[in-house]
């Protein structure tokens, strides 16, 4: 409804900036985090992260014939299983990494922080393929 309604740009740029504000305040009050803040941040970029998935793969689709349209969702939807895997491997890999040689608690605290400063790297590719999508997509479409 909200694609019908503004077309992709508009809820996908909300989106990005959603998703990149919610990971710099969590990196930002990453010290003086409370549970209401990481429950209210967590939202926010979840929110983010949602207007940007769903609009950008239906805008994917309307670049193929419809007969291709099931593939290619089922292809999405497949890349975004694997990509979820490996990110949470990866995570938790960093995680993992960083709390050896400390205790517990000061490791998993620095592992947090790196995560969110990968999620952070993470984000900012996702802008600027964004950019570039639209940069280089049809004119009525965004």
């Given amino acids: 409804m909200i694609l019908d309604r503004f077309g992709a740009k508009k809820p996908i740029?909300?989106?990005?900036?959603c998703s990149f504000?919610?990971?710099?305040?969590?990196?930002?009050?990453f010290e003086n985090l409370t549970y209401q803040l990481c429950m209210m941040l967590y939202f926010?970029?979840?929110l983010g992260i949602g207007l940007i998935v769903g609009n950008t793969m239906t805008c994917a689709m309307s670049y193929l014939?419809?007969?291709?349209?099931?593939d290619e969702n089922a292809v999405l939807q497949t890349l975004m299983q694997l990509s979820g895997?490996?990110?949470?491997?990866i995570t938790a890999a960093i995680?993992?990494?960083v709390q050896?040689?400390?205790n517990l608690y000061d490791g998993t605290n620095r592992g947090a922080l790196f995560v969110l400063i990968f999620l952070m790297f993470n984000i900012n590719i996702v802008i600027l393929s964004q950019y570039f999508a639209f940069k280089g997509g049809r004119k009525n479409e965004f």
């Fill in 44 to 46: 926010i970029y979840s």
């Fill in 65 to 70: 014939p419809i007969n291709l349209q099931a």
């Fill in 21 to 29: 504000i919610a990971t710099f305040c969590f990196l930002f009050f």
């Fill in 13 to 17: 740029i909300l989106g990005v900036c």
């Fill in 95 to 97: 995680l993992a990494f």
């Fill in 100 to 102: 050896q040689g400390i």
């Fill in 85 to 89: 895997g490996i990110g949470t491997s």
